[in-house]
Nanobody, 133 residues
Framework: DVQLQASGGGLVQAGGSLRLSCRASGFPFDDYYIGWFRQAPGKDREGVSCISTSDGQTWYADSVKGRFTISSDNAKNTVYLQMNNLAPDDTANYYC??????????????????????????WGKGTLVTVSS
């Protein structure tokens, strides 16, 4: 079955960087789309970024575009989220998720863009990112 393990969170000052990792196992890695959601205190879970592990297509929320980079190392069954120029409003628990919707990439982008996280069944353990002023 699908297993996801997120790691790499921590405490960083504004302007700093972190790299999150999502290690996957138990499923055909390149048959799934993988991405990141985050949830800040008192706010809804929101889509951050996602990637097609088969062809490398990516999507980013406007709030992180130009600062975050998602990538996939298929040999290691791992997706990364490089986060640069972090700001206090990036503080959140970050969760990776894997999906395989019948509609493919277009549905994945819609899911992340509109934060339809409640329809996703496969989640990793959250990793906390805290950005201080």
């Amino acid at each position: 079955d699908v297993q996801l393990q997120a790691s790499g969170g921590g405490l960083v000052q504004a302007g700093g960087s972190l790299r999150l990792s999502c290690r996957a196992s138990g499923f055909p890695f390149d048959d799934y789309y993988i991405g990141w959601f985050r949830q800040a205190p008192g706010k809804d879970r929101e889509g951050v970024s996602c990637i097609s592990t088969s062809d490398g297509q990516t999507w980013y929320a406007d709030s992180v575009k130009g600062r975050f980079t998602i990538s996939s190392d298929n040999a290691k069954n791992t997706v990364y989220l490089q986060m640069n120029n972090l700001a206090p409003d990036d503080t959140a628990n970050y969760y990776c998720a894997a999906v395989k919707p019948p509609g493919g990439w277009m549905v994945v982008v819609t899911t992340w863009k509109h934060s339809y996280w409640y329809g996703i069944d496969n989640w990793g353990k959250g990793t906390l990112v805290t950005v201080s002023s």
